[in-house]
């Protein structure tokens, strides 16, 4: 089963091929860079980057110190800085969405993202972030994720009204994460098209607190050139608030609010008022790690109130031993809900959250889930890092659908009662090649289990690739 899966990924798009060995090419050029491993990470959002180190002459030294850091006076207060991202994404699909509906497929999807950064002194700072992003060889209809010609991605401006109160100030299109697990508010790295938001958020940090404060609506996305625009149906605001409480131990607590126009769960459509309550404490004591976070959510849909819920519990142990071993164990839920009359919705929307959280598959939402989730990660290099695992699934309500993300119902499913959604055999590898390259490979056998057979489902295989150069 695997090699027949893995011969599709990797053997049908004739172009990834090409694509690869052209980027193992641009890698071998920029391998010569001195200390290149030394600078800085890149990260996940690339407006989070600062270069003003580079003023100091001894600082760590890559390739692109010439258009990382510009400066324009001669102090180098004031200075350009730009950067991008060039991915390809290749996929074998064998029974996407379970094959209801579907049929195999195998595709490539590009993504290319240029930015430049000016920074006024210490007061001021415009950024802008364009992206162009392409499908090859998918069958359609294409997702709305998957293509959009040349539109900006990001672009606002920070304003910093007093550098030693800490307060920052930032309007216009931009990326949202609150914490490294992303999930229920992400900035969506595994689809094409990563998630954008036009408003306004003002972040205050100090010793030990971070507050963040927002009123943005997220994008709708088009096909054409530079006519993405913000969703007047959707409002998504709220805060969240960090702190330190010991040494490697952190505490969010957070209060969202999604208004959305036009939903519909089942026989139940409208206006929604959602609002989500939760928080976060994760740490480290070696050589245990935790992570649990939980949140409820209340408010109104088609005139019936709305009472949901998630909540996770990640945990590991490292063996002090070669390869570094770590053991997993993650539990996740949100609640179901039904038609069954009782004047509730009880399903939970799970907001904005990260697409891979669970697997690349796209077949688990947070919505009307129970989920188990055992693994083992192993490190033979400090660059290269492996980990197999098994997703159990159940539904929490079993008059409720099975749902696909974001949070999308499948239909069929509300046929029967079965619980049981199956289990997912998953085969990661991420290699860090040098600071600016990574590639990363994840095999998928999801079992459909009796709540998909009995709607018509059946097992489903991905193998998929991705090659990712930044600068």
Not at 127 to 154: C, E, I, M, N
Not at 373 to 398: D, G, Y
Request: contains cysteine; aromatic residues 10%.
């Amino acid at each position: 089963m695997w090699a027949g899966v893995s011969a599709r990924v990797f053997a049908a798009p004739a172009r990834a091929v090409g694509l690869v060995l052209l980027g193992s090419a641009l890698l071998a050029v920029l391998q010569g860079a001195a200390c290149a491993e030394e600078a800085p990470p890149f990260s996940l959002i690339r407006a989070d980057e600062d270069y003003r180190y580079l003023r100091n002459p001894g600082a760590p030294r890559t390739w692109e110190d010439g258009f990382k850091f510009i400066p324009l006076d001669g102090a180098g207060e004031i200075f350009l800085s730009f950067g991008g991202e060039w991915r390809e994404r290749m996929e074998s699909y064998a029974m996407p969405k379970f094959g209801i509906g579907t049929r195999n497929d195998s595709y490539v999807l590009q993504r290319v993202l240029l930015h430049g950064d000016l920074h006024l002194g210490d007061r001021l700072r415009a950024f802008t972030g364009l992206g162009k992003h392409d499908v090859f060889d998918k069958d359609q209809p294409y997702g709305p994720t998957d293509r959009g010609d040349a539109d900006l991605q990001v672009a606002f401006v920070d304003v910093i009204p007093d550098p030693d109160e800490h307060l920052t100030v930032r309007l216009g299109r931009q990326e949202l994460l609150f914490n490294p697990t992303q999930r229920f508010v992400s900035v969506r790295e595994g689809p094409n098209i990563r998630q954008s938001f036009d408003g306004g958020r003002a972040s205050w940090k100090d010793a030990g607190y971070k507050i963040d404060v927002f009123a943005v609506r997220p994008l709708v996305l088009k096909p054409g050139a530079f006519d993405d625009a913000p969703d007047h149906g959707q409002r998504f605001w709220g805060a969240n608030v960090e702190t330190s409480l010991a040494q490697a131990t952190v505490l969010d607590v957070y209060a969202f609010e999604l208004d959305r126009a036009r939903v519909r769960y089942g026989a139940i459509s409208g206006t929604e008022r959602r609002s989500s309550l939760g928080a976060r404490l994760a740490g480290q004591r070696s050589p245990w790690d935790y992570d649990l976070e939980a949140l409820a959510q209340f408010g109104a849909v088609g005139g019936r109130e709305i009472h949901a819920w998630a909540g996770s519990l990640d945990t590991g142990y490292m063996l002090l031993t070669d390869w570094s071993p770590r053991l997993g164990l993650r539990f996740d839920a949100g609640s179901g809900g039904s038609d069954a009359g009782n004047g509730t919705v009880g399903t939970f929307q799970p907001l904005f959250p990260k697409g891979a959280y669970f697997n690349e598959t796209s077949l688990t939402s947070w919505s009307n889930l129970l989920a188990m989730r055992p693994s083992l990660r192993v490190q033979p290099l400090k660059s290269l890092t492996l980990e197999a695992s098994i997703l159990m699934r159940w539904r929490q309500n079993p008059a409720d659908a099975v749902y696909l993300q974001p949070s999308t119902p499948i239909a069929s499913t509300l046929n029967n009662r079965a619980r049981e959604i199956g289990q997912a055999y998953g085969l990661d590898a991420a290699w860090k090649v040098d600071r600016n390259f990574t590639l990363a490979v994840e095999v998928v056998h999801q079992k459909a289990g009796p709540a998909i057979t009995r709607a018509g489902g059946h097992d489903s295989d991905l193998a998929m690739l991705i090659t990712q150069f930044r600068f």
